[in-house]
């Protein structure tokens, strides 16, 4: 795909996506547990129509992150290094994760968005080998697309991963249209706006995107995700809301 002069680079949407991100979580762990604990009780319905806004605000986050994951699935120099990476900060932002959403130190029920991205990049590479494969026929090829994408989805329903098979599938469907930006997006809205329609408004930035990876922040992201749950968990001890679950 070709990179325009202008637009949005790599790095402006990552940012968008971590600010998008924390919005949502600290409404997702700080103030879901303010409002569970009766702290709002004496407050207006303000508190949670903000409650709202910012969940539906930080919606936008995931399917930016979906698609970085594609566009860096095409452009890595490793992907085996790249699937590595992921799986190494799955594993340790497991126990931030589940402090600051289940009050736990290891719960699992739910796990973090990592292991969904992850098994996002295992499905994408199998199909990229399958694609390679020319030489079969295209009805053997339509059949192991079909079961490469079901095992993946399958595969993070059964982990019961953030976003479960629908992050999969989505991560599928930005794949399956990456050489074609405008399809791209309109595909990438049609798979989020039947089940998380505020999300639909990532793909205005994402139909922006240059190509330019921009500054590095390589490990920005890796590390901001389990730092950022850590916090928003100590914030919760400091107010004395820690004890109560949010999933």
């Not at 969940?55 to 290094?81: D, M, N, Q, W």
């Not at 292991?115 to 199998?126: E, K, N, R």
């Not at 390589?218 to 901001?224: S, T």
Request: aromatic share 18%; charged share 15%; net charge positive.
């Amino acid at each position: 795909m070709e990179e325009r002069k202008t637009g949005i680079s790599g790095s402006n949407l990552k940012l968008l996506a971590v600010a998008a991100m924390l919005i949502d979580h600290i409404a997702a762990t700080v103030l879901a547990r303010f409002l569970i604990t009766g702290g709002g009780e004496q407050l207006s319905t303000g508190w949670y129509v903000l409650y709202q806004v910012m969940r539906s605000f930080g919606r936008i986050a995931f399917p930016i992150y979906c698609f970085l994951l594609v566009e860096g699935f095409t452009h890595t120099r490793s992907r085996e290094k790249y699937a590595l990476r992921l799986f190494l900060f799955a594993l340790a932002s497991e126990i931030p994760f589940d402090l600051a959403f289940s009050s736990q130190v290891l719960e699992l029920g739910y796990q973090n968005v990592f292991f969904t991205l992850f098994l996002g990049l295992i499905t994408i590479s199998f199909l990229s080998e399958v694609e390679k494969r020319q030489e079969w026929q295209t009805g053997l090829r339509i059949f192991l697309f079909a079961v490469v994408i079901m095992a993946g989805m399958a595969a993070a329903h059964a982990l019961k991963t953030d976003y479960s098979y629908y992050g999969v599938m989505c991560i599928v469907v930005l794949y399956l249209f990456r050489d074609r930006r405008l399809l791209q997006a309109l595909a990438g809205c049609a798979s989020f706006v039947w089940w998380e329609p505020p999300a639909v408004l990532a793909f205005i930035p994402i139909y922006f995107y240059n190509g330019k990876r921009g500054w590095n922040m390589k490990y920005f992201f890796y590390l901001f995700y389990p730092v950022h749950l850590l916090v928003l968990y100590l914030i919760c001890v400091l107010s004395g809301t820690a004890g109560t679950p949010v999933v």
